[in-house]
């Protein structure tokens, strides 16, 4: 009961009374099945961890740790792989039961933390940088907490402990082209557009998250719920700067994506570049209780203030949406619709906005010769009518309309 859920979000699961539906908690059976694979872990073990976590409370203290399951699993690579997941159309329940599986081994830092006087920081930066998961021995200075922490821009994490020791026992396989372009002496900024022609953007964030760029002097962790946005707007900057040369697309082109919940319409228009995000969140969708529709725009001149209504999912979708018109060397003003419906329950991160505007462009379902057209197709396709209103891209749109506008 996805409402009950929005409504609930697992809190009455710890007292006497239950939870609001009466029925097992759709949220924190993955929160069950990390209690019991960790209840009989011991403090010293051997892992192949997939991924790292730098924490943002206490900063300029930061939290930094390696996410790794109880036992070695050739297969570890999945617990932290969103394209993966995406690719296999994986349900909300399969994201919670695979991040169950991963324990947070963290020591609190400082932001400019020597890498090498740390052995948790260094070991955390070869997960980073790795290919794959490799063998590691983590002891614990006491066994692990469970519980289930939720955010917008990050895949929830369940279980925490902190790290007395940390090794490794197998060389990690590095790319010899991620190494080269992290021990170029660059602005970070520089390394992650260079990274992208080696490593996907979740391995860039990692990597930037961890303290391993910049140059010598400027190095510094970076919480990973900030290098998330940080990689995905550094990428999509350095596309635009190209898209802004390119042709503009001779129609209106709209595509369509759905996936957990989220429904995404993305509206390319024959103009100079400008870019806008809609979002509108239905009753029940990730623990609203009534419809509320949000928006964060750019001109063709760009931002200068954080897209703080949509967030990181503004970043995310204009990543996607700048990768195609870089691949088809077109320009064109962007309209993105995203309605979130009540399926939707749990927050699992951007990367389920990031995977989804990238999907859409799969599927274009319509070309339209006007404006008005493909907003009055839009409109029908949406549950929630009143989103025009909301946008300030269109009203732009509207205003410098071309004589192709008004042809049939």
């Excluded at 991963?102 to 955390?124: F, G």
């Excluded at 503009?248 to 993305?266: A, C, E, K, M, T």
């Amino acid at each position: 009961m996805p409402y009950l859920c929005s409504r609930c979000k697992s809190r009455n699961t710890w007292s006497s009374s239950g939870n609001l539906c009466g029925k097992p908690c759709e949220i924190l059976l993955g929160l069950k099945a990390a209690s019991k694979s960790i209840s009989n872990i011991k403090q010293d073990f051997e892992t192949t961890p997939p991924s790292v976590f730098v924490g943002h409370h206490a900063y300029p203290n930061l939290n930094v740790g390696v996410l790794a399951p109880p036992e070695s699993n050739e297969r570890a690579g999945m617990l932290d792989n969103p394209e993966q997941w995406f690719g296999s159309r994986f349900t909300i329940q399969d994201v919670l039961e695979k991040r169950a599986q991963l324990i947070n081994s963290r020591q609190q830092l400082r932001i400019n933390a020597d890498s090498n006087r740390n052995k948790l920081l260094e070991v955390a930066q070869e997960v980073a940088m790795a290919k794959k998961p490799f063998s590691t021995e983590i002891s614990l200075s006491s066994r692990p907490k469970t519980r289930i922490s939720l955010d917008s821009r990050m895949a929830p994490i369940y279980s925490v402990a902190p790290v007395r020791s940390v090794k490794e026992t197998e060389n990690p396989s590095i790319s010899s082209h991620v190494e080269k372009i992290i021990d170029d002496d660059l602005k970070a900024a520089e390394q992650i557009v260079l990274l992208r022609d080696v490593a996907k953007v979740d391995q860039i964030y990692r990597i930037l998250s961890v303290g391993l760029l910049g140059s010598e002097s400027g190095k510094k962790l970076v919480p990973t719920r900030w290098s998330i946005t940080a990689t995905d707007d550094t990428i999509s900057k350095h596309l635009i700067s190209d898209i802004k040369d390119f042709k503009l697309i001779d129609s209106y082109q709209l595509f369509r994506s759905s996936y957990l919940g989220n429904d995404f319409l993305i509206l390319l228009c024959p103009a100079t570049w400008s870019f806008e995000v809609l979002e509108t969140w239905l009753p029940g969708s990730n623990w609203y209780q009534s419809a509320k529709t949000y928006s964060d725009y750019e001109s063709y001149f760009g931002r200068k203030t954080y897209a703080k209504n949509i967030a990181g999912g503004y970043y995310a979708t204009r990543l996607g949406v700048t990768e195609y018109l870089h691949k088809i060397r077109r320009q064109a003003s962007v309209l993105v619709v995203r309605e979130v419906d009540d399926s939707y329950f749990v927050p699992l991160g951007v990367w389920v906005v990031r995977e989804t505007a990238r999907s859409s462009f799969d599927n274009r379902i319509a070309t339209f010769a006007n404006l008005e057209q493909a907003i009055g197709y839009m409109k029908r396709a949406t549950k929630v009518k009143t989103w025009p209103a909301a946008s300030r891209l269109l009203r732009e749109l509207r205003q410098q309309r071309r004589l192709v506008d008004f042809a049939s």
